[in-house]
């Protein structure tokens, strides 16, 4: 397979478009070290808090709705150029914000580039990568993610640090961003790797696929001149792509397309794992992480550096994953990871059940908070953006991931809602058990409906569900 690719060149384009994660994760994960900070200073209620913490998933549904629309109109790297400025608007709004309602409004924004990015970045990549690494290089945006969060959590934790230190700053702007108001400090930070997104983007070019689905073979022939060896290979990958095209151009408008037989089936199995990830708790651990170990009885210094702790974990198996995903298959990570995922989940229901009463150390917490974190990042969150980036026909792919994108969002949003209230009302042992449960349905959609797409290139894939549509 090397001896056909430039491999070199492909993980590169990959690498560029995957940085999209690390804004996608630094804006998820930093709310988690501002959410007491701005709650404090503003005196939010638990709804209000619930709002700080969901109302950029509202502009990420929003992003979701246009990023297809946006990739299929105007390709893909003009939208994750969108997407950087959107992320570099949003920084410094924050940072700058004068009270509430325009913080509120400066989280919505950046939102929406996360939403336009958690589309346009794995399907990009996706549309450039070699078959026999698909899973690898589209699980680079997942890494990137995971690199994302532990910076914020990096970020969040030693800007508090300096703070408590006693230092101060001679400059009025500086005081207020790294020691009095230091939600500002922490949100305003997202600020340089945006402006590397913006800036990277301008080397890589526009995807090969989605120029010959637009009818512009030399463009597409001369990208694919630098990914394959030769110019009979690129010319074998353009011919192939192209009568896919022209045999889906017959099926009539694209709605229509992507709801009929086979492709419909695809549609609603990633509409189905999309949502019901958001159900098992992930986001909770990442949003609400601080708060929920600051339940257990951690300080708030100790429960910062607990999320650093699952931020390192977080990342460093993702990094597993990137490396086995195209050796041990996509269902397989998923049986294993989420079988993990519903014991740790309920060993930490049980914590929260019993730990109090019987005296066992918060450090038993934090090692079934990892476990979880190990599971779900082997397993899920490595699956979820390689399948949707694989799983649709290229006449439909960005209006499809758009429309489970969507799916997986409301869901976030919802947990990002809902769980200062579970916390409240279910306690945190119900919140967690609840988690649990929510697996089990995930598990068998995986067994029953899931192919495996390991190793098959993107118009095999098509084919399987222009096939199943047909009955064979």
Same mark, same amino acid.
């Given at each position: 397979?090397?001896?056909?690719?430039?491999?070199?060149?492909?993980?590169?384009?990959?690498?560029?478009?995957?940085?999209?994660?690390?804004?996608?994760?630094?804006?998820?994960? @930093?709310?988690?070290?501002?959410?007491?900070? @701005?709650?404090?200073?503003?005196?939010?209620?638990?709804?209000?808090?619930?709002?700080? /913490?969901?109302?950029?998933?509202?502009?990420?549904?929003?992003?979701?709705?246009?990023?297809?629309?946006?990739?299929?109109?105007?390709?893909?790297?003009?939208?994750?150029?969108?997407?950087?400025?959107?992320?570099?608007?949003?920084?410094?709004?924050?940072?700058?914000?004068?009270?509430?309602?325009?913080?509120?409004?400066?989280?919505?924004?950046?939102?929406?580039?996360?939403?336009?990015?958690?589309?346009?970045?794995?399907?990009?990549?996706?549309?450039?990568?070699?078959?026999?690494?698909? +899973?690898?290089?589209?699980?680079?945006?997942?890494?990137?993610?995971?690199?994302?969060?532990?910076?914020?959590?990096?970020?969040?934790?030693?800007?508090?640090?300096?703070?408590?230190?006693?230092?101060?700053?001679?400059? @009025?702007?500086?005081?207020?961003?790294?020691?009095?108001?230091?939600?500002?400090?922490?949100?305003?930070?997202?600020?340089?790797?945006?402006?590397?997104?913006?800036?990277?983007?301008?080397?890589?070019?526009?995807?090969?696929?989605?120029?010959?689905?637009?009818?512009?073979?030399?463009?597409?022939?001369?990208?694919?001149?630098?990914?394959?060896?030769?110019?009979?290979?690129?010319?074998?990958?353009?011919?192939?792509?192209?009568?896919?095209?022209?045999?889906?151009?017959?099926? &009539?408008?694209?709605?229509? #397309?992507?709801?009929?037989?086979?492709?419909?089936?695809?549609?609603?199995?990633?509409?189905?794992?999309?949502?019901?990830?958001?159900?098992? &708790?992930?986001?909770?651990?990442?949003?609400?992480?601080?708060?929920?170990?600051?339940?257990? +009885?951690?300080?708030?210094?100790?429960?910062?550096?607990?999320?650093?702790?699952?931020?390192?974990?977080?990342?460093?198996?993702?990094?597993?994953?990137?490396?086995?995903?195209?050796?041990?298959?996509?269902?397989?990570? /998923?049986?294993?990871?989420?079988?993990?995922?519903?014991?740790?989940?309920?060993?930490? +229901?049980? #914590?929260?059940?019993?730990?109090?009463?019987?005296?066992?150390?918060?450090?038993?917490?934090?090692?079934?908070?990892?476990?979880?974190?190990?599971?779900?990042?082997?397993?899920?969150?490595?699956?979820?953006?390689?399948?949707?980036?694989?799983?649709?026909?290229?006449?439909?792919?960005?209006?499809?991931?758009?429309?489970?994108?969507?799916?997986?969002?409301?869901?976030?949003?919802?947990?990002?809602?809902?769980?200062?209230?579970?916390?409240?009302?279910?306690?945190?042992?119900?919140?967690?058990?609840?988690?649990?449960?929510?697996?089990?349905?995930?598990?068998?959609?995986?067994?029953?409906?899931?192919?495996?797409?390991?190793?098959?290139?993107?118009?095999?894939?098509?084919?399987?569900?222009?096939?199943?549509?047909?009955?064979?």
């Amino acid at each position: 397979m090397e001896k056909k690719y430039n491999v070199g060149y492909v993980w590169f384009l990959s690498i560029v478009a995957a940085i999209g994660g690390i804004l996608f994760g630094y804006d998820t994960a @930093v709310i988690s070290g501002t959410v007491g900070l @701005v709650k404090s200073q503003f005196a939010l209620s638990s709804m209000h808090q619930g709002w700080y /913490v969901g109302c950029a998933l509202v502009g990420s549904i929003f992003g979701v709705l246009v990023a297809g629309v946006l990739g299929d109109r105007f390709g893909r790297k003009k939208t994750m150029l969108l997407s950087a400025f959107l992320f570099t608007l949003s920084a410094v709004g924050c940072a700058l914000s004068a009270d509430f309602n325009q913080l509120v409004v400066y989280r919505i924004i950046g939102g929406v580039g996360i939403g336009i990015v958690s589309i346009i970045s794995p399907l990009y990549i996706s549309e450039v990568s070699i078959p026999k690494y698909r +899973g690898s290089l589209v699980s680079l945006y997942q890494l990137a993610i995971t690199v994302g969060f532990l910076m914020a959590y990096m970020v969040n934790y030693f800007l508090l640090s300096s703070a408590q230190s006693g230092g101060t700053y001679s400059c @009025v702007l500086m005081e207020r961003l790294f020691r009095t108001e230091l939600w500002r400090g922490m949100l305003g930070m997202e600020t340089l790797p945006a402006m590397l997104f913006l800036v990277i983007i301008f080397f890589i070019p526009e995807s090969p696929r989605w120029m010959i689905l637009r009818g512009r073979y030399e463009s597409a022939s001369s990208v694919l001149l630098k990914i394959f060896k030769t110019r009979e290979e690129a010319d074998s990958q353009l011919s192939l792509t192209r009568s896919v095209v022209e045999k889906s151009s017959s099926s &009539g408008s694209e709605f229509k #397309y992507l709801f009929s037989g086979g492709i419909r089936v695809a549609l609603f199995i990633g509409i189905a794992i999309a949502m019901l990830g958001q159900f098992m &708790g992930v986001n909770a651990v990442l949003y609400y992480g601080p708060v929920i170990f600051e339940k257990a +009885g951690l300080s708030s210094g100790d429960s910062l550096f607990s999320q650093v702790l699952v931020g390192v974990v977080n990342m460093l198996t993702t990094v597993l994953a990137l490396i086995i995903i195209d050796k041990v298959g996509r269902k397989k990570l /998923v049986y294993y990871g989420v079988s993990g995922m519903i014991i740790s989940l309920l060993l930490i +229901g049980f #914590y929260f059940m019993y730990g109090a009463s019987l005296g066992i150390s918060s450090i038993f917490l934090l090692v079934f908070f990892l476990l979880y974190i190990f599971c779900c990042a082997i397993s899920i969150c490595e699956v979820v953006w390689v399948l949707l980036s694989e799983m649709y026909p290229i006449k439909v792919r960005g209006l499809a991931m758009s429309i489970a994108g969507l799916a997986l969002w409301i869901g976030t949003y919802l947990i990002g809602q809902l769980t200062p209230w579970m916390l409240e009302n279910i306690k945190p042992q119900g919140t967690f058990f609840l988690f649990a449960a929510m697996c089990v349905p995930y598990i068998l959609i995986m067994w029953k409906a899931v192919p495996e797409t390991t190793g098959k290139s993107l118009e095999e894939i098509e084919e399987y569900w222009t096939k199943k549509g047909q009955g064979k």
